[in-house]
């Protein structure tokens, strides 16, 4: 099974633990030996997916939407994303130089187009910008790859 993960970047440390443990429930819940996930390794839902899914004995492939991308992250989590990435077992590229929206949105697309499944941590609204959660969820349901809401309730961003 070939599962990937969008999400929502710099939740608060309270939602940020809940959705810890959907996600780790969420990747529980495949056989490790078949798993396979898909991640961009951003800081956020998408180093946490890596994180279990490696934890747990699954394969993790890594999306690189942009060369600069790592250069645009947070500067903190560049140690966990370059550790996350050497575990990888195969890296996707989309070719794309800059780190904008655009490379984001395109690294995505390629994400879902790897996938049996996504993972969303979302919380149900429109993105805040071209490329966010909610594009990525609308894209995968455009291309019939199914799509798994991961949302603390009551919580908000």
């Given amino acids: 099974m070939r599962v990937g993960i969008t999400g929502h970047r710099g939740l608060s440390t309270e939602v940020e633990q809940r959705v ?23 800081d956020g839902p998408d180093a946490w997916f890596a994180e ?15 060369e600069e991308y790592r250069e645009g992250l947070p500067q903190d989590h560049r140690p966990t994303y370059d550790r996350l990435l050497s575990r990888a077992a195969e890296v996707h590229h989309t070719g794309m130089s ?25 919380d149900g609204k429109p993105a805040w910008g071209y490329g966010g959660t909610a594009d990525v969820v609308a894209y995968a349901e455009r291309t019939g790859v199914p799509a798994r809401i991961l949302w603390p309730e009551g919580a908000s961003r």
């Fill in 20 to 42: 810890r443990a959907l996600l780790e429930a969420a990747v529980s819940q495949y056989n490790a030996a078949e798993l396979v996930g898909v991640s961009c390794i951003a």
């Fill in 98 to 122: 800059v780190s904008d929206s655009a490379a984001h949105m395109a690294g995505s697309e390629a994400l879902v187009g790897l996938v049996d499944e996504l993972l969303a941590v979302w």
């Fill in 52 to 66: 279990y899914v490696l934890r747990c004995g699954g394969r993790l492939e890594v999306v690189i939407p942009a």
